[in-house]
């Protein structure tokens, strides 16, 4: 009797083995989340413990398991340590290993997922500047006709400043605030005698002095991109509002194709198609077809066309140029031109 008490001592004092202790590790991982690992166990075994390491590494990192319940103990991995190509781990009861081992321990395999994967290119792309200001100024005539021995005067300059800093947050990429003043002078709508002090035809000024926008840049699928605004603004005529839309395909700073519409209540319309290269590094140029009835909503449409050029500087600056050709007729004609500045940081 004795040696069979003996016995029965012995197996209840023997720590827990491998056929105690039930896991199932996980098939896969994905980069920078958190894996929680399971295991079956009685609660009378001794702690059990994961020791973890990211592929590559000679370290094990260790946390206990927590039970739950009579049988389950559960443990998360923290994200920092799953990391591609893969994570590996064994666990123990106490100082026995039960299941993997340190010379040999479980591999699961560790996946990057399709947005961090997208944006790890966009930071690659951008350097990890993820903030940029930018200003353009731009001067556009449609030349000067006359009649009546009245020079009548049809231009206009325009100026924006912006701040926009990438999310990354797909599909939602970025957002942008920024500020418009466009202010010209053109020919008063000769239906509107109003508008002149004297008898027409009469040159007015028109346009508006402060306009505040806000964007959204879209892109549901990497290399297509939506961007919407929002705008309003104090025109001659009082508080007006305003929009824009753009489609982009490809990068903006690259090879890409676009075309948008803009609208400004009181000052006119624009429809362009923009065609952009990036075949010279750090040297992106675009040429651009828009046709407006800018900067008066009255007014005939014209035609432009410019062309873009723009040159890194080095530091997240980069400098642009702008010139081209407007008209509303064939008769008479005027001169594009424009420069913008860039800083990302």
């Excluded at 002149?196 to 892109?219: D, I, M, Q, R, S």
Aim: glycine share 10%; net charge neutral.
């Amino acid at each position: 009797m004795k040696p069979i008490i003996l016995i029965a001592s012995l197996l209840a004092a023997a720590p827990a083995s491998a056929s105690t202790v039930r896991h199932v590790p996980p098939a896969a991982a994905t980069a920078a989340t958190p894996v929680e690992l399971t295991a079956d166990a009685a609660s009378s075994s001794p702690t059990l413990t994961v020791h973890y390491r990211t592929v590559g590494a000679t370290a094990f990192a260790t946390a206990e398991l927590v039970r739950q319940g009579d049988t389950k103990w559960v443990v998360v991995v923290p994200a920092a340590a799953v990391a591609t190509p893969g994570l590996e781990y064994y666990l123990a009861a106490g100082d026995t290993p039960v299941f993997a081992t340190p010379a040999w321990p479980h591999t699961t395999p560790v996946t990057v997922s399709e947005s961090a994967d997208r944006r790890s290119r966009d930071l690659l792309r951008t350097q990890s500047k993820r903030s940029r200001l930018h200003a353009t100024g731009e001067w556009v005539d449609y030349g000067t006709r006359s009649s009546n021995g009245v020079d009548l005067k049809d231009s206009y300059y325009r100026v924006d400043a912006d701040f926009s800093y990438r999310l990354w947050a797909y599909p939602l990429e970025e957002i942008k605030v920024g500020y418009t003043r466009l202010i010209g002078n053109t020919e008063a709508n000769p239906n509107d005698p109003l508008m002149c002090l004297g008898p027409p035809p009469c040159t007015v000024e028109a346009g508006y002095k402060v306009a505040g926008w806000f964007e959204l840049g879209l892109a549901p699928v990497e290399g297509i991109r939506l961007d919407v605004r929002a705008a309003v603004m104090a025109t001659a005529e009082g508080f007006a509002v305003g929009g824009r839309v753009e489609g982009r395909l490809g990068m903006l700073e690259g090879n890409h194709v676009a075309t948008g519409v803009e609208y400004m209540a009181d000052v006119g319309v624009a429809g362009y198609f923009r065609l952009g290269w990036g075949t010279v590094p750090t040297v992106p140029m675009s040429a651009t077809v828009e046709i407006t009835n800018m900067p008066l909503s009255s007014r005939d449409t014209g035609v432009r066309l410019f062309y873009d050029i723009a040159r890194e500087v080095g530091g997240g600056v980069r400098l642009g140029a702008r010139v081209g050709y407007a008209a509303r007729t064939q008769q008479v004609a005027g001169f594009t031109g424009g420069a913008n500045v860039t800083v990302d940081f």
